[in-house]
């Protein structure tokens, strides 16, 4: 298809259709090429590749995530905020002003997938959990879900946000807190300037970082080049940092933080970035790593 070609498909065919025609050619991309593979698949990869025979493509080809429907989740109205909200674990989460009840009800069943212990997106595991004292700084905050479900242990939260529109929701969802959650309209990098920071900038040498939750859209590895002086002393510090934006991230995380002395682990099952209409084989990458130093 050439440049004209495009155009007139990317004006004649609706974005929905577009992004279902490109799903289903994704899906039989995967299993075409797992069934050609010549070597026996491990149990997981077979799981995913039974779900895709028998489902469209999602982010996280698993069964779990037939349990969760969208709409059975009840969006309320704060009217003295003018802000949208769900409630959960009995509190507040609020969400961008813009944003309708259907997109809210969307995006809180996603993220409620991403809390499930069984989904390869999951921070914590049965043993890697924020933990009663800790410091936490959520980098990638987003609608801050993560913070939320662990406000009550943590010692003190720091919260990274770069996106203007989740300023005045955070606010709000955290306002019960404010004595010790901080929110922060910046990127963090590997340089720091008027928009960007890095964290062995923002965080000085006497900060007791004990959590470091990094989903940061593909930026990962520079985030990782400015906290070296933190990754290099705080200890003990857990890190759970995603790896499926890029195809190398989960093998170069992982050899960083080894070098750092971190013992590593991945999540269970895999991501399908089904988004990125570059992805190429083997097309199945971890959801995140997950990193221990004591």
Known sequence: MNILQSRIYRIIVPKFIRKKIVAKMLRAS????????SEPLSDEVEKVLEYLRNRPVVMFPDYFQD?????????????????????????RLYF?????????????????????????HCYEAKNFKVETGDVLADIGAAEGILALSVVEKASRIILFESNKEWLEPLNATFGPWKDKVVIVNKFVSDVTDAKCTTLDDYFGVDEKLS????????????????????????????????????????????????EYGFETSHSDGFVLLFTDRKIKAPFLRRGLIRAIRH
């Open 30 to 37: 995967v299993l075409e090429y797992y069934a050609k593979l």
């Open 67 to 91: 349990e969760y429907v969208e709409d059975a989740v009840e969006v309320l109205d704060d009217k003295g905020l003018d802000l949208r909200y769900v409630m959960f674990d009995g509190r």
């Open 211 to 258: 959590f470091l939750k990094i989903d940061v859209e593909g930026a990962e590895a520079n985030l990782l080049n400015g906290c070296k002086r933190i990754l290099q002393q705080c200890k003990p510090l857990k890190v759970a940092i995603c790896t499926y934006h890029k195809p190398e991230d989960e093998h170069e995380f992982t050899r960083c933080l080894t």
């Open 96 to 120: 961008k002003k813009r944003w309708s009840k259907k997109r809210i009800r969307k995006s809180f069943n996603e993220l409620i997938k991403e809390q499930d212990s069984r989904c390869p």
